[in-house]
């Protein structure tokens, strides 16, 4: 009888994509090294050239090729690309530690590269986190950081690229990219060029953060 719960109780977490560890409730960057050092086979979104999870509690707002809007239950929004030029070309990672954020660090699992970057500014935390050829963003406030990197690590390190697929499209050069895209591991990028693709995407989540700005200043 034990084994059948072991074995339904694995098989649970293959299908759900959730970890095996217990997970830290306060300490984002012991999370990231157990999530990220897990392998996960789990997926719950197909596009062409590539797929990936989206764990339970994530709800899409926006979704297009190569980019996506998602929220969680406490209305924090997730900001998402999906680099497949990178990732055909085997970009390297350029991104250099900067010493005044709130954290930034280079980070390497499995042989897929990335980073993450929080800066802290008037109680929000503005996260950037690169990883297996993909971005999400987020601005969030400290009681949410950790739920929010936790989020973004089950998605980034699911995603799946389907080499076949991305050679005959990236290959006949039939991709189109908006302007707002920007270099994965371009480390010019800052809130501000943050918010300016937001509000394109996402005008009420722009207007929300400049009535709270405003608030702030009437004080």
Known sequence: MKKIIVLLSVILLIITGCS???LSSNDFEKNMDILLNEKTKSSNVHFDGYKYYVPDGLKFINREEYNAILKDRFDNKYYMYVDVISYYH??????????DAYYSKVINYGNKTGY???TEDNGKYFVEFVFNYAKIE????KDNLV???????YILRSIKFNDKILESIVGDNV?????EVFTLFDTTSSQEDFL?????Y?????KAIDQEELELDEE
């Open 175 to 179: 991709l189109s990219y908006a302007e």
């Open 147 to 153: 739920k929010v990197i936790d989020n973004m690590c």
């Open 196 to 200: 300016e693709v937001v509000s394109r």
């Open 90 to 99: 085997k970009v390297k990672n350029t991104y250099k530690i900067k010493q």
């Open 202 to 206: 996402d005008p009420e989540y722009k």
């Open 20 to 22: 095996m560890k217990e």
């Open 116 to 118: 993450l970057e929080i």
């Open 138 to 141: 987020s601005l969030t406030d």
